[in-house]
T-cell receptor, first 112, second 114 residues
Framework: AQSVSQHNHHVILSEAASLELGCNYSYGGTVNLFWYVQYPGQHLQLLLKYFSGDPLVKGIKGFEAEFIKSKFSFNLRKPSVQWSDTAEYFC??????????FGAGTTVTVRA | DSGVTQTPKHLITATGQRVTLRCSPRSGDLSVYWYQQSLDQGLQFLIQ???????AKGNILERFSAQQFPDLHSELNLSSLELGDSALYFCASSHRGANTGELFFGEGSRLTVL
């Protein structure tokens, strides 16, 4: 069974700091990769996605992620975080078997 | 607003009871997914329906069942509830039958079992 690992459980940053969240998956076949975000008290929403093509994908709110196939990784980055980026971030992998597998999530707290 | 509607938003019940959670997918979406989010298990896929038919099953307990109706809304039935069933239950839908993994989530139903 495939698994998705997120390296950090909780990250605390100050505003304007750079953010990088790690994500690794175990499935060796063709996959679609996602980062979802859950703001406090809200539903999950898509931040960005990778299906194919340029391994560096840009999402909403200044986030980007890089797919490195050889490392089975899909790390999320933002050069300068804002207080409003405080949320829980989930990496997810779909290998076309009708199931989207999520990582455990990383809680990001941005201090003003 | 994702367009996915879930009711009720909050539910408190006792052990041994049965509850039904309801989900209306986005207009035009034929697939409905159910996920359970708890502190210790994270986000766990339960089950998926496509146009009324069960398509995939995940870590869904035998005490739980779901169905998707002709109008495409779905219900998740949880019975013989235990304390450990306390969680946030999310419904999600996807564009038609597309199996890309891009899901649109509802706001969830928070179940508390006392």
């Amino acid at each position: 069974a495939q698994s998705v690992s997120q390296h950090n459980h909780h990250v605390i940053l100050s505003e304007a700091a750079s953010l990088e969240l790690g994500c690794n998956y175990s499935y060796g076949g063709t996959v679609n990769l996602f980062w979802y975000v859950q703001y406090p008290g809200q539903h999950l929403q898509l931040l960005l996605k990778y299906f194919s093509g340029d391994p560096l994908v840009k999402g909403i709110k200044g986030f980007e992620a890089e797919f490195i196939k050889s490392k089975f990784s899909f790390n999320l980055r933002k050069p300068s975080v804002q207080w409003s980026d405080t949320a829980e971030y989930f990496c997810a992998v779909n290998n076309h078997d009708y199931k989207l597998s999520f990582g455990a999530g990383t809680t990001v707290t941005v201090r003003a | 607003d994702s367009g996915v509607t879930q009711t009720p938003k909050h539910l408190i019940t006792a052990t041994g009871q049965r509850v039904t959670l309801r989900c209306s997918p986005r207009s035009g979406d034929l697939s409905v997914y159910w996920y359970q989010q708890s502190l210790d298990q994270g986000l766990q896929f339960l089950i998926q329906y496509y146009n009324g038919e069960e398509r995939a099953k995940g870590n869904i307990l035998e005490r739980f069942s779901a169905q998707q109706f002709p109008d495409l809304h779905s219900e998740l039935n949880l019975s013989s509830l235990e304390l450990g069933d306390s969680a946030l239950y999310f419904c999600a839908s996807s564009h038609r039958g597309a199996n890309t993994g891009e899901l649109f989530f509802g706001e969830g139903s928070r179940l508390t079992v006392l």
